[in-house]
């Protein structure tokens, strides 16, 4: 390693608190290239932690090209306002950077080129930083896979006899090393704009939607969490959801947000965001709480919204906002259901491996079926039948009779026909039918109604819905598409539910790719309020099962142990819950720190209620 690699080495160098002689020998830098681990940041504030890297300031005498380099690592550090990286700026172009407009993800790291000298009489440099982009985050902290190429020119010019950049790209271009370690995802949440659907459930417009950001680690991590759901939310959720603070909403100036030792948390905002009613005050404070809670190690145990003169307009406790708990339309999640040996419906009980048909006329065999879904209520279940044609719902109770089917498919192959149903946390069912002359999205309003088609815009002609899993939350929908050439991709759509209680409109808009690496997508499940399981394959790679965040960011759940051959995968949205998969070996369950179990060797179609 040369003297000038080694000094570039220490720009972000590591510094613990409790342990400055040792790194008095040396430095830590983070790699640029190799392998990304992703670290478990769930559930875990990094606000005390005593590890923080810092910038190193620009050396006397420094070429353009070093200049840029050190800008880049400097722009690495743990420094709030980024204080470091400025000093490798003009003091004007200082004063007009903005760090906080996007982030560019690169992988490998950004890659400076050569110096070039200006061609037009300047004095100046400009040097080319390239990249492969991988994903971008934008200004309001929303993480979007983008493939393609990085190419930004920082130009150079000297101030008081040293190069500095005076022209630069606002934001900041990180490796994905880098980004993993800066960056952290947290949840946000807001209310699920249900339209006239609301209605059909008990606290209809309390029903609370995962909204995830990337939020820097270390840097006042409760304040910026605060700040960016007062903010709003991001683009693609915000048609779909609203939150409970007024338009302008802001914290008090001089706060600095921290849970006490009880695990309270107190917020003083502005007075746009506190000339509110009682009712709408509490909600606020649920949004607060739920949202602090998903990215803080210790239980909120109470959150209190204030005016800017200190003085109290609501609170809202742990307790009480349970009445907003995210996913509580997901139901218990009871038993596990599947298809058995001889075309039953049946279930295993939690913590049981004995199976058992279920109750009514489902579980009897009469009619032999392919795939069932099962209610969040786990009181009805829908089934297609084997040759997937028809689609039946019953009640899972003694004596329940099967009735005629409520869908049927015209399609002349069985793998042209219905898809397996879900169910929404408001009791309806959806199902599509992939008949190639007539293919559609349907749903049947609290699983009874005539189906009503719904509307799928953005599905290109020849493309068409090869299975679907709706959240509970139902306003998102993961849609696993065949497209023209064959292949199958996952996409996550928008549910846009306006009209009113008698006459609702439902369409499904503005589809996102997820798991962009894989090339091929066998199965998928929702795995939590904003987090699904998916099985695979990334060209020229063997099947594997992965987790996937609903913006298409990698999850930081562990890996997944292999299984061969997986056909489906189940998941509940309590990520409690064990995963399922139909597999070459049967039904297997996947217990937590453990490995795969096979259940039973004769059954398919594993799902969980939804």
Known sequence: MGAERRRRGCRAAAIQLTAVALLLSGCASMPDDGTVDHVDSSHRADSDSQVRVFGVSPQKGEKPQQIVRGFLEATTSDEAAFSTAKEYLTDGAAGHWDPFASTSVVSGGPSPGNAREDTSGGKGFTVQVTGTRVAEVDAGHSYSPVAGDYAKGFHLSKEDGEWRID????????????????????????????????????????????????????????????????????????????????????????????????????????????????????????????????????????????????????????????DNEPGRLNGRASAQYFVDGDHRVSSFEEGSEDPRPVEGALGKGETEMGAVAVNRAEQEGAAVSRARRSLYVARLTEGAELGEPVLTSKAKRENERLTAPSWDGLGDLWVADRDPDDPRLLRLAGGKEKPDEVDVPDLAKGERIESLRIAS???????????????????????????????????????????????????????????????????????????????????????LPGINDVTGVAASEDESKPLLADSEDGIVRLPPDANWKTLTDSGTSPAYPG
Not at 171 to 180: A, C, I, K, P
Not at 525 to 545: D, I, K, Y
């Open 167 to 322: 022209r630069l790209p606002d934001g900041l271009v990180l490796g994905e090393s880098d980004f993993q370690r800066i960056y952290r995802p947290i949840n946000n949440y807001y209310y699920a704009e249900l339209g006239g659907d609301s209605e059909s459930i008990t606290g209809g417009k309390d029903v609370l939607v995962a909204d995830p950001v990337f939020l820097r680690r270390r840097i006042d991590p409760v304040t910026a969490t605060v700040e960016a759901l007062l903010a709003g939310p991001t683009g693609w959720i915000d048609p779909v959801v609203r939150s409970s603070f007024p338009q302008g909403s802001r914290l008090a100036r001089g706060q600095r947000l921290s849970l006490d030792d009880a695990g309270a948390l107190t917020v003083r905002l502005n007075s746009k965001a506190t000339r509110v009613h009682e009712r709408r005050c509490v909600r606020m404070a649920a949004q607060v709480l739920h949202s602090v809670q998903d990215q803080a190690s210790a239980k909120v145990s109470k959150v209190t919204l204030a005016g800017p003169d200190g003085r109290t307009r609501c609170e809202r406790t742990r307790e009480q906002a349970e």
């Open 473 to 559: 939350d139902g306003v998102r929908i993961a849609l696993h598409i065949r497209q023209k050439d064959g292949s199958r991709t996952l996409r996550l759509g928008r549910v846009q539910r306006g009209g009113t209680a008698d006459d609702p409109q439902v369409r499904v808009t503005a589809l996102r790719p997820l798991a962009p690496q894989f090339e091929d997508v066998a199965a998928m499940s929702w795995a939590g309020g904003s987090r699904l399981v998916v099985v695979g394959r990334e060209s020229g790679s063997v099947q594997q099962m992965q987790y996937i965040e609903t913006d298409g960011s990698a999850s930081d759940q562990p890996t």
